[in-house]
């Protein structure tokens, strides 16, 4: 029976260094949205015709994105080491619209708050994309999936 989803994700809490109240927010929505509402299904044959569901375990390491897929049972099912070079750019346009997000939300005036968060939005979008383009052919996921697993990778990027 196939059941091509996420039922469990853990992030390497290590490598989270500064925690506030609107990071902690991000990463519980983006988790609790994700276990809610995904579509995550690993394309390499194993051999034995499991199709899910899955735990996840994201971490960084030396500029790459490891993701520890699990079974439901936590046995391995394989790890995917990709380069983040690609995301660095798109990681630091989001930090910086965010940072200005929430600086809005405290004294701007409704119009800007909702500039600034169409921004941020098109920058979240645009880093899905990438992120379904560097899974291609490994992982298969819907858009609103990339977009959450690409929240839960900047909250492992936040150094300061």
């Known amino acids: 029976m196939s059941d091509p989803r996420i039922i469990k994700?853990?992030?390497d809490e290590a490598t989270i260094l500064r925690r506030?109240?609107?990071?902690?927010?991000e990463r519980r929505v983006a988790i609790f949205d994700l276990i809610e509402d995904n579509f995550f299904k690993p394309l390499r044959d194993m051999g034995d015709s499991?199709?899910?569901?899955?735990?996840?375990s994201i971490s960084v390491a030396d500029g790459r994105l490891i993701l520890d897929i699990r079974r439901s049972d936590d046995s391995p099912h394989e790890m995917l080491i990709l380069s983040l070079g690609r995301f660095r750019r798109v990681v630091k346009d989001y930090f910086a619209i965010?940072?200005?997000y929430y600086q809005a939300i405290?004294?701007?005036s409704s119009a800007e708050i909702e500039t600034i968060d169409m921004a941020r939005r098109g920058v979240h979008n645009e880093a899905a994309e990438l992120l379904m383009e560097r899974l291609e052919g490994k992982v298969e996921v819907d858009f609103a999936t990339a977009r959450r697993l690409f929240t839960?990778?900047?909250?492992?990027h936040i150094k300061s």
Not at 152 to 156: A, D, E, N
């Open 152 to 156: 839960l990778i900047c909250v492992l």
């Open 50 to 56: 499991y199709a899910g569901p899955y735990h996840l």
């Open 9 to 11: 994700v853990d992030l």
């Open 106 to 108: 405290r004294k701007a």
């Open 98 to 100: 965010c940072d200005s």
């Open 20 to 25: 506030n109240a609107d990071i902690e927010q």
